[in-house]
């Protein structure tokens, strides 16, 4: 990964935790993991795929078998 590219998800890990998500994770993945529930993360995905196809699907980390990775779930302290 290039030191361009590492600056960039550090960035945006930092303003997710900043907004109450998990320090270890992108709005982009939180967005995509909660976009059928959250008017905000629909909106914002909306956005980012007009840019990247599918980018907060492609975001979402996930476990061996195949649920969102519990580490991210568990840093949540808003909605």
Same mark, same amino acid.
């Given at each position: 990964?290039?030191?361009?590219?590492?600056?960039?998800?550090?960035?945006?890990?930092?303003?997710?935790?900043?907004?109450?998500? *998990?320090? !270890?994770?992108? =709005?982009?993945?939180?967005?995509?993991?909660?976009? @059928?529930?959250?008017?905000?993360?629909?909106?914002?995905?909306?956005?980012?795929?007009?840019?990247?196809?599918? *980018?907060? !699907?492609?975001? =979402?980390?996930?476990?061996?078998?195949?649920?969102? @990775?519990?580490?991210?779930?568990?840093?949540?302290?808003?909605?």
């Amino acid at each position: 990964m290039s030191y361009g590219r590492g600056l960039l998800i550090a960035v945006d890990q930092f303003f997710n935790a900043v907004f109450g998500g *998990h320090p !270890d994770e992108t =709005i982009s993945s939180r967005w995509g993991r909660t976009k @059928d529930t959250n008017k905000v993360a629909k909106i914002g995905c909306k956005v980012l795929d007009k840019i990247d196809h599918q *980018h907060c !699907d492609g975001s =979402i980390e996930f476990t061996p078998d195949g649920q969102p @990775d519990p580490h991210h779930l568990s840093g949540e302290t808003r909605k």
